[in-house]
């Protein structure tokens, strides 16, 4: 008889791997804050290059053209769906997209990188008072007790450990933008557990062209009073970043991380951002990581892993 030459079972392929890695709502998170980290520089350094405005609608007009070939598919399969629940669609993509996205570049056209680090790190905290008040969503004490951890980490990074950096701090009308912007955002998260069960590319896609196109005619405005886009080498860099990293992959991890775990527990990892600042700028600015670094971050991330905690 012929002998049986069949080979064992091969392991398991990457892919299967990865998309195990991509089913991690905590790696989601953390993921939506690495792509985030860059940002504040990015718009910083695009005041007086690009209009907010019309910044806010290009990156996700050109966001949802990418997307198109890739999600084309499950928006037909989804459509019902869409069109059942197009209110919470809708608002969700006004305020995620284009409200949040356009505060956040005309502020940080108004503000140094310093203060927008500030304001931002009161996000978790207000997406917890936000939720506990439209949902009766609580935390644990040891859950708050992370927020409060890893909001001092983030002071101490971004004082650079001396707490006199807080006495030149000065209130302007972007430090109220960047605030504002924080309670829109908080709002969003927040609300993300109304929206209908679609496949996470469909409703990026529909907030993508909502927000794109509702901040159209306000780039036609800007324009025609003068502001324009400065075909500049950053220019251009600053289009491809904000649209592909803070975009498009920073709103499909947050969104995913958000739906699996709350938006109370998630919140805590938009922390994560300064550690991300402080690693990149040493792996590529060649920056040496000091005694501040080491402690804001130690506190960061005890915080956010007493936050996570069930």
């Not at 971050?297 to 996570?308: N, Y």
Request: charged share 10%; glycine share 8%; with cysteine.
């Amino acid at each position: 008889m012929p002998q049986d030459t069949a080979e064992p079972a091969a392991a398991a392929p990457p892919a299967s791997l990865i998309r195990r890695l991509l089913a991690n709502p905590w790696l989601m998170l953390a993921l939506a804050g690495l792509f985030w980290s860059g940002n504040h520089i990015a718009g910083r350094a695009a005041a007086g290059h690009v209009p907010p405005l019309g910044l806010g609608s290009l990156r996700w007009l050109l966001g949802a053209a990418i997307m198109w070939p890739f999600v084309a598919h499950h928006v037909r399969a989804d459509w019902p769906k869409l069109r059942a629940g197009w209110r919470p669609v809708l608002a969700l993509s006004l305020i995620g997209g284009a409200v949040f996205s356009s505060i956040q570049y005309l502020a940080l056209q108004r503000t140094s990188a310093l203060n927008a680090s500030i304001f931002n790190s009161f996000a978790p905290a207000i997406i917890v008072a936000i939720g506990a008040l439209a949902f009766r969503e609580r935390l644990r004490a040891l859950n708050l007790f992370g927020v409060a951890v890893s909001f001092c980490g983030v002071m101490i990074i971004v004082s650079r450990g001396d707490l006199e950096t807080f006495r030149s701090f000065t209130f302007n009308f972007g430090d109220l933008l960047l605030l504002l912007n924080m309670i829109v955002w908080a709002i969003y998260s927040v609300f993300l557990r109304l929206r209908p069960s679609v496949h996470p590319l469909t409703f990026t896609f529909c907030l993508a062209l909502i927000a794109g196109v509702t901040l159209a005619p306000f780039w036609a405005f800007e324009h025609a009073q003068g502001f324009a886009f400065q075909p500049t080498a950053l220019t251009f860099a600053v289009i491809a970043y904000v649209t592909i990293f803070p975009g498009l992959l920073a709103y499909i991890c947050w969104n995913r991380g958000v739906e699996a775990v709350g938006a109370a527990r998630g919140g805590v990892f938009l922390h994560l951002i300064p550690v991300y600042g402080a690693i990149l700028a040493t792996l590529l600015l060649g920056e040496i990581l000091t005694g501040f670094h080491i402690a804001g971050c130690a506190l960061i991330l005890a915080g956010v892993w007493f936050a996570s905690r069930k």
